[in-house]
């Protein structure tokens, strides 16, 4: 999930390797710009070849879906499905978040707890849960309650596990120095942990965050009649393909920017945890 | 090692005691049986289903599409990992893509599958190879990284083929990382293929539990869970003790 942390040996050696016309090295940053702006390019081919290819049967193109999605959000009716995926959405990774670092922080200030329970939750990260959901339905019900509890479900255990492992793998001089200090418990976690740990603690974060958005978007296209996870699969169960192309767009532009967010956050609070 | 013991013994303990308390609340009408059936009779209704073969076409049909789209994601990540790891300036217009890779939920990409390639096995094994390449490229991409370049370097005095090179010092030294992405790889090519039937398929193991689910069918539909849950947990695990076998050869030199 790291996939940004391996760059860092070529930075030095590639600011070198381009230099412009005048022999003056091109602002790496730029060259960089140019390449993204590429890729973007390609990715709209790639979007504009399998719509026209297909004949929009399965995707619309680019073009068409921006205009379909532009009319779309001038509608009550999206606003009604994005309002309700949101609200689940938001209730599930509050309460992940909140769980999540209760629990975190207790096993890993408890190790023998911790030991007991890490690879119980590392087991549950890694199985099917969607085949859970039936499950859920049956004990909540069907409506936001289910959802919600499904987007907890996915949320839930990488923050703990990522709080857990911070807090483990904590200096144990920085223990001692608050009992040097004599700190409360209240304040050891507020002053010492917390801090600390902040970089993996916001890392957990951003994973809880996009897990939980796919528990409930899961929930939402299984049995629903609300949300943006309806809309898409009924969509599609309507052949109104610019509609759920506009859908998928929307989700995964929404999912890029607040990871993307997440992750500048991570940047700007990390070099005071180093 | 004492307190290893104790671990292990307690995480048992606590998981008895789950099955136990659940099993008990079932029995006493606590727990309505419409909800939750008890722990036995998912058992019994597990053993009941896998040993009359009604489900034999369902599990061939969802385990060879797992292990289609593992196979294809494995290859098509150490290759697209290896590529990237050659050239920098791509690798940096492709890290941030796999930096935020999996914050998009890439299910939602599974309905616009189904209507480009249709209702059968090739959106599903797609959704797998979607969920797990990324995986086990961001590991390749580790994996080489971490190669120590005094290991290059101690190949190329003892003028090593690009052949032997590769197997006996770039494979072993990346294979640790490496490994993380194939276990990923696994689970999240069983998550993929099973929660695509789930949803919208017309075979295989997640099918027969929505299936079961729509036609109120508890005890059919808690023994396939059972089953499939049993399957991810044992694969998971196989791999897990694997790595673990790998580490300690690793160690002893």
């Known amino acids: 999930m790291g996939g940004a942390t391996g760059a860092a040996p070529f930075e030095g050696m590639s600011d070198v390797l381009l230099e412009d016309a005048q022999g003056r090295p091109t602002p790496r940053r730029r060259v960089r710009a140019f390449d993204t702006f590429v890729l973007f390019l390609s990715v709209l081919a790639l979007w504009q070849t399998i719509g026209s290819w297909t004949r929009g049967v399965a995707v619309s193109p680019p073009w068409q879906t921006l205009v379909y999605l532009f009319g779309l959000l001038r509608t009550w009716m999206f606003w009604d499905h994005a309002a309700a995926t949101l609200a689940a959405f938001l209730l599930a990774f509050l309460l992940s978040a909140l769980i999540g670092l209760a629990l975190g922080l207790l096993f890993g200030v408890r190790r023998f707890a911790g030991d007991v329970a890490e690879p119980l939750l590392a087991g549950f990260y890694t199985i099917p849960k969607v085949t859970l959901y039936p499950v859920v339905l049956l004990i909540f019900g069907l409506g936001m309650s289910a959802k ?62 996009s897990l939980s958005l796919l528990g409930v978007l899961i929930g939402e296209m299984f049995s629903s009649q609300r949300g943006l996870g309806f809309l898409l699969v009924n969509g599609m169960a309507q052949h109104n393909v610019p509609l759920s192309t506009a859908i998928v767009t929307v989700i995964v532009v929404v999912a890029i920017a607040a990871n993307t967010a997440m992750l500048c956050l991570g940047r700007w609070t990390g070099p005071r945890g180093a | 090692m004492k307190r290893q013991h104790a671990v292990v013994f307690v995480r048992i303990a606590v998981l008895a005691v789950s099955i136990i308390f659940l099993e008990v609340c079932c029995r006493a009408g606590i727990v309505d049986p419409l909800t939750v059936i008890p722990p036995s009779e998912m058992l019994a209704s597990m053993i009941d289903r896998v040993g009359s073969g009604e489900m034999n076409t369902s599990i061939m049909s969802t385990f060879s599409t797992i292990v289609f789209a593992f196979v294809l994601a494995i290859g098509f990540g150490i290759l697209a990992g290896a590529l990237i790891h050659r050239s920098p300036r791509l690798r940096d217009v492709v890290d941030p893509l796999l930096a935020s890779y999996y914050s998009v939920p890439t299910f939602i990409f599974y309905p616009l599958l189904v209507a480009l390639l249709g209702l059968g096995k090739a959106p599903l094994v797609v959704l797998g190879v979607l969920s797990a390449a990324p995986a086990v490229m961001i590991s390749t991409l580790s994996g080489l990284d971490g190669i120590s370049p005094v290991l290059i370097k101690l190949a190329r005095v003892h003028r090593l083929s690009a052949a032997r090179t590769f197997s006996w010092i770039v494979l072993p030294a990346a294979l640790p990382r490496l490994f993380t992405g194939l276990k990923l790889a696994l689970s999240y090519a069983l998550i993929g293929v099973i929660a695509g039937e789930f949803i919208l398929s017309g075979t295989g193991l997640g099918y027969d539990i929505s299936f079961a689910y729509q036609s109120f069918d508890n005890r059919a539909m808690y023994g396939t869970m059972l089953f499939v849950l049993s399957i991810a947990v044992i694969a998971n695990g196989f791999l897990y003790a694997w790595e673990g076998r790998l580490a300690r050869r690793r160690s002893r030199g």
């Open chain 1, 148 to 209: 919600i509890a499904f987007g907890v479900m996915h949320g839930l255990v990488p923050i703990t596990l990522f709080t857990l492992g911070a807090v483990r793998n904590l200096s144990p001089v920085l223990i001692r120095t608050a009992k040097v200090l004599h700190l409360s418990p209240g304040r050891t976690v507020l002053w010492i942990l917390v801090p600390a740990c902040l970089g993996d603690i916001l890392n957990g974060l951003r994973i809880g965050f």
